[in-house]
């Protein structure tokens, strides 16, 4: 079961909002290493960004998997493709920060490394974008059109 945060769109709009500024604000702080020359900074900064990818976007991307998007599928079969596309996202957005991972092994940080975080960014602005306009905001349709169907949906 998914908590409640995950379920409320204004919620879960926060969170994704939140985690992509820190996200953008980590990218422009690496960016200005890197065009300063200083690689130290730069490593460290990555090391970070990488830190903040897995706590942060991939854990509630683990989150929503084991709850939202299971209970989703399950309460609106319909949507199931939906949900296959959004865990897709998640997959990509693995993948990508393992590249990262394996790039900062290296101890390279580089214009390569900037654009994975932009494919990043990209892929998770799309991503929230498709669930709260498709996802949640179809639940909540359903939920308004049907209220005593399921009280745990909340508003």
């Known amino acids: 079961m998914s908590g409640p945060s995950l379920r ?9 909002e939140a985690a ?9 702080l690496l960016q200005r290493s890197i065009e300063e020359a200083n690689q130290d900074k730069a490593l460290q900064i990555a090391d970070i960004m990488i830190e903040h990818w897995e ?18 599928a399950r309460d609106h079969p319909h949507m199931e493709k939906l949900v296959n596309q959004l865990t897709r996202d998640h997959d ?7 590249m990262m991972k394996e790039t ?5 940080v580089d214009l390569w490394f900037i654009s994975l975080i932009e494919s990043l960014i990209i892929i998770d602005e799309l991503h929230n974008e498709d669930e709260m306009n498709q ?7 359903s939920y308004l059109e049907n209220p005593e169907r399921d009280l745990k949906y909340g508003s």
């Open 92 to 98: 990509l957005m693995r993948r990508i920060v393992g």
């Open 135 to 141: 996802l949640l905001a179809n639940d909540k349709r």
């Open 8 to 16: 409320m769109q204004d919620a879960h709009t926060s969170i994704h």
């Open 104 to 108: 900062l092994s290296q101890e390279k």
């Open 55 to 72: 706590s942060r976007t991939l854990k509630h991307a683990e989150a929503e998997e084991e709850g939202l998007y299971k209970d989703m």
């Open 20 to 28: 992509l500024y820190e996200a953008k604000e980590l990218k422009h």
